[in-house]
């Protein structure tokens, strides 16, 4: 199962592809996002208790309060970063690590940001039995973004924000494109946002959405730990 064709022969291909013809029906288009999810194990991404429901488009409870987003969100936000496999992306979010497994199939390098201690280390484990090797993944607030690496391509943020971060915009290379579920902790639009030679950024909002809440500096104020 693991390494090289990722999740292809592992018995689950048949779930995957059907969830990508149900994703395809919904509108998505871009083929290497459809074959990304059409490569990628989203079931070793879930806790085992609801390891049945992995292939269904839905999004799932990781642990720690935080849910795995629903497949149509992330194809969805992989689709508007409109990737070409050249770029340098920043997912601020990491959670389960799903994400970060497509996005390592869609673009060349991938940097990872998650707050939580337990699921930083569950996505590397797991990231790391697939093979993967173009990801890195960090412990921290991921409104501050990872300023060695920076400039990014695309940045994609999986958590529900009060504005756009601004050290975000700063390192977002310019022509660059930010994807970000804007608004409260109930109830957000998902914006695509780009970056222009003025280093303003200008967005768009695409669809209602809802995310778990960005905890942080540039983001909501978190309760302790
Ligand atoms: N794409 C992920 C989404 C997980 S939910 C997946 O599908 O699994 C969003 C994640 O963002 C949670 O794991 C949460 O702990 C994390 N998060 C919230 N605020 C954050 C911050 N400021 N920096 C980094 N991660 C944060």
New binding site residues.
Partial sequence: MVVGGVGERDGFGGYRSQLVGELSAKGIKDLAVLRAISQVPRHIFVPEAVRHRAYEDSALP?G?G????QPWV?ARSLELARLTGRERVLE?????G??TALLSLCADQVFS????PA?AQQARDVLALLGTRNTSIMLG???LGWRPYSPYDAIIV??ASPEVPQPLVEQLAPGGRLIVPLGDRDQQVLAVCTKGPDGHVSCQTVSDVRF?P???QF?FPGEAG
């Fill in positions: 990781i720690g935080q849910t795995i987003s992330h601020v979010g990491t959670g389960s799903y994400q940001i998650e707050r939580l699921l607030d991921g409104t999986s958590a778990v960005l905890i942080g983001g």
